[in-house]
């Protein structure tokens, strides 16, 4: 790669995606995060029982995310070649878990209005 | 979500982490166009013309631009590879010529006939003359698949015969006669030309990607492979070739060295080599096959050939447009530059060159417009992506002195087998190509 700039890359993940699906998932990202900073907002507190929940789904977003990366690519567990490819699908995992752990919290929050205080 | 860390360097990540001052930073790089009544012709709408027209017409106000083309298809040529592994359609690999093409620019859809660099004039194939101030050659290169004799397109696919290179159709031929070799086993025989040729790492590739495929298979002791070339190494750069030479041994890839491939016969399942030892001592060999893969000799366009354009004293037999190999500007006319696989440069006849390369040209031709003279120079930057199996590959990233040129360095190593950077062939090296096409990458 010669000149890596933030204004190539998103150059390259629209053509990745599509400009308008590429988009639509910052958008996602963003729309997710946002809700989830207005329940912690809305609510003043972190809910334990919602955290728990939220905790407990993290390694079905990690595999997910694993697998999704696998099954896009053509790929298996065992082309993991070297220090940098144990890196990247820990970063994978990951993101997924986080990803998927707020996508949970915020999901209940806004589910259930009355926010649960914890003990 | 997981994509940012498959192409972030750490240049990259500098950048995220700068933000949005990054994003500020590399916008106004186009900032004031210049100023022209140039006519500049481009042949070819391939990955480098349309690359360059792009960003000229991010450049330029008041130019007149033509790009010449007959071809309404365009070749993302790196998913060929992929294609001939069964792992794409063949439609990964197609889009049309005009899709990438920007605003601004004046297409021409007939080939380009004849060349004149004296009067400045380019003739095409429907009769137009066009006169040009600047002219850029782009009109890649062409397979000389009669030189093989025997063999034509239509055995592609049948009789154990593939030849990915010839375009999407073929490639996913290729893939049924190779599948069958990798379900049935047998004498895979892989092949690559004499002449200079484009993506000097795709015939490894392919041989590495059925190896492994007919490994999960057929199942290892049912196959036999064997690499047979004309060159006298697996590569051009000795890191590489030494790298190649390790993997090869330990899958079991017998390689023949000093082997062009001559003819074929496709009911006797037999490929004809000529064949000169260490010693140069010169013979014919015949081999047997199940699968056979051919890449024919390639060479500049006959419409190059023809203008008088191409070296007198070097590749004589292929054409290679005489351009000095920092600036692409041709040795005689210089109002002609020569861009991508057409270019007579010792490498570069990958995509990624061809990004490499648009820079310098845009760089060049701006300057001679504006009356002086351009500053950066390619280096000979070359790059590909040599799968080694389904799901891994090695970044090999190189310049004219054979130097590796790491593009994360530090973070992916050059010559080790990874997952990364199979990931990046398979997603983020279309992505890139196609950025290219629009200019921005
Ligand atoms: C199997 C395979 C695998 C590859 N893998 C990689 C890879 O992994 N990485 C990589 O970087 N590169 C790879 N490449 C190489 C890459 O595709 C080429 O180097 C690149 O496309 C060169 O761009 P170009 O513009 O010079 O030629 P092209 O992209 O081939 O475009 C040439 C254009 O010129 C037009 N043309 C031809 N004759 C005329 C005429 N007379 N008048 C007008 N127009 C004309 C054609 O119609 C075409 O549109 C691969 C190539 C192949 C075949």
Same mark, same amino acid.
């Given at each position: 790669m010669q000149e890596m700039t933030l204004a190539t890359l998103i150059a390259v993940f629209q053509e990745m995606f599509g400009p308008v699906l590429f988009w639509a998932l910052v958008t996602t990202v963003v729309v997710i995060t946002a809700l989830y900073v207005y329940v912690l907002i809305r609510d003043r507190s972190l809910s334990m029982r919602r955290f728990l929940l939220a905790q407990l789904s993290m390694p079905i977003g990690a595999v997910a995310a694993v697998t999704f990366v696998e099954v896009v690519t053509d790929?298996?567990?065992?082309?993991?070649?070297?220090a940098i490819d144990v890196i990247v699908l820990l970063g994978v995992a990951l993101l997924g878990a986080f990803g998927f752990a707020v996508l949970v919290y915020t999901a209940q929050s806004l589910v259930r209005r009355q926010p649960q205080k914890a003990g | 979500m997981t994509l940012d860390r498959l192409t972030a360097s750490r240049r990259a990540f500098l950048a995220a982490a700068a933000g949005l001052a990054a994003v500020s930073a590399g916008l106004p790089a186009r900032a004031q166009k210049l100023q022209t009544k140039a006519h500049i012709v481009i042949i070819g709408a391939g990955a480098a013309g349309t690359a360059l027209a792009s960003r000229l017409v991010e450049r330029l106000e008041g130019a007149q631009i033509t790009v010449i083309d007959g071809r309404a298809e365009h070749l993302y040529q790196p998913g060929l590879s992929l294609v001939a592994a069964g792992l794409?359609?063949?439609?990964?690999?197609l889009s049309r010529t005009t899709d990438w093409l920007p605003r601004g620019v004046n297409l021409i859809a007939e080939p380009a006939a004849a060349i004149d660099p004296v009067a400045k004039t380019v003739a095409t194939v429907g009769g137009q003359v066009l006169t040009y101030d600047f002219l850029v050659v782009a009109p890649g290169l062409v397979l000389?698949?009669?030189? !093989?004799?025997?063999?034509?397109?239509?055995?592609?696919?049948?009789?154990?015969i593939g030849a990915l290179y010839a375009g999407p159709d073929y490639a996913s031929k290729t893939w049924e006669a190779a599948s069958k070799f990798t379900q049935e086993g047998g004498i895979g025989l892989f092949t690559r030309p004499a002449t200079e040729m484009k993506c000097a790492g795709a015939p490894l590739k392919h041989t590495f990607l059925i190896e492994d495929i007919a490994s999960r298979t057929?199942?290892?002791?049912?196959y036999e492979m064997h690499y047979a070339v004309p =060159?006298?190494?697996?590569?051009?750069v000795p890191i590489v070739a030494e790298k190649v030479r390790m993997l090869f041994g330990k899958r079991g890839i017998a390689s023949h060295f000093?082997?062009?491939?001559?003819?074929?016969?496709a009911d006797r399942k037999q490929a004809t080599f000529a064949t000169t030892d260490a010693a140069g001592v010169t013979g014919t060999v015949e081999m047997p096959y199940d699968y056979l893969h051919v890449i024919p000799p390639q060479r500049a366009p006959d419409v190059i050939r023809q203008?008088?354009?191409?070296?007198?004293?070097?590749w004589m037999d292929q054409g290679w447009v005489e351009v000095? =190999?920092?600036?692409?500007?041709h040795r005689r006319f210089p109002e002609v530059f020569a861009l991508g696989?057409?270019?007579?440069?010792?490498k570069g006849k990958t995509a990624a060159s061809v990004k490499w390369q648009v820079p310098v040209v845009e760089d060049h031709l701006l300057a001679a417009i504006s009356g002086g003279e351009g500053t950066l120079a390619y280096d000979g930057y070359t790059s590909c992506?040599? !799968?080694?199996?389904v799901g891994r590959a090695m970044l090999v990233e190189f310049d004219y002195n054979n130097n590796l040129v790491e593009s994360f360095p530090g973070v992916i190593a050059p010559l080790e087998e990874l997952w990364v950077s199979w990931l990046m062939k398979e997603v983020a090296l279309k992505a890139t190509y196609n950025a290219m096409l629009r200019g921005r990458a």
């Open positions: 790929s298996h567990l065992r082309d993991i070649g070297g | 794409k359609p063949a439609a990964y690999t000389d698949h009669d030189a !093989i004799e025997g063999f034509s397109l239509d055995l592609v696919g049948r009789n154990g057929v199942g290892k002791g049912k =060159q006298t190494a697996l590569f051009s000093g082997h062009v491939l001559k003819s074929v016969d203008s008088g354009l191409s070296w007198a004293d070097k000095d =190999q920092k600036t692409l500007r696989d057409v270019a007579g440069v010792p992506p040599l !799968i080694t199996r």
